[in-house]
Nanobody, 124 residues
Framework: QVRLVESGGGLVQPGGSLRLSCTAS????????VGWFRQAPGKEREFVAA????????WYGEAAKGRFTIARDVAKNTVNLQMNRLKPDDTAVYYC?????????????????WGQGTQVTVSS
């Protein structure tokens, strides 16, 4: 019931940074968990990070720890994913997802709403 639009993808060199944004329309994120997943060609969908909007509580997948930061922007009804120290292995389509869930934040099947994805390419 919430519509999601991702933005911010692009081409960056290894070691660079990007900020992805996920903006909701039609509903507030107030009761939602908002997650970021990524999928590279030939790879399974991978959990990146999630945030529980109501408590502003983040959770990170192993690949994101120490490099990525997920944060909410209440005024813009937006969740941002700041990605630093990017590696070629980070190349993927990144998807924003939202759902109402208490457990299993890294399980994509638990999210009911998905954006269209934004391409991140890390290459020299």
């Amino acid at each position: 019931q919430v519509r999601l639009v991702e933005s911010g993808g692009g081409l960056v060199q290894p070691g660079g940074s990007l900020r992805l944004s996920c903006t909701a329309s039609g509903s507030s994120f107030s009761t939602y968990v908002v997650g970021w997943f990524r999928q590279a060609p030939g790879k399974e969908r991978e959990f990146v990070a999630a945030i529980r909007w109501s408590s502003d509580s983040p959770w990170y997948g192993e690949a994101a720890k120490g490099r990525f930061t997920i944060a909410r922007d209440v005024a813009k009804n937006t969740v941002n994913l700041q990605m630093n120290r990017l590696k070629p292995d980070d190349t993927a389509v990144y998807y924003c997802a939202a759902g109402i869930l208490d457990y299993g934040l890294g399980d994509s099947s638990r999210y009911g709403s998905w954006g269209q994805g934004t391409q991140v390419t890390v290459s020299s």
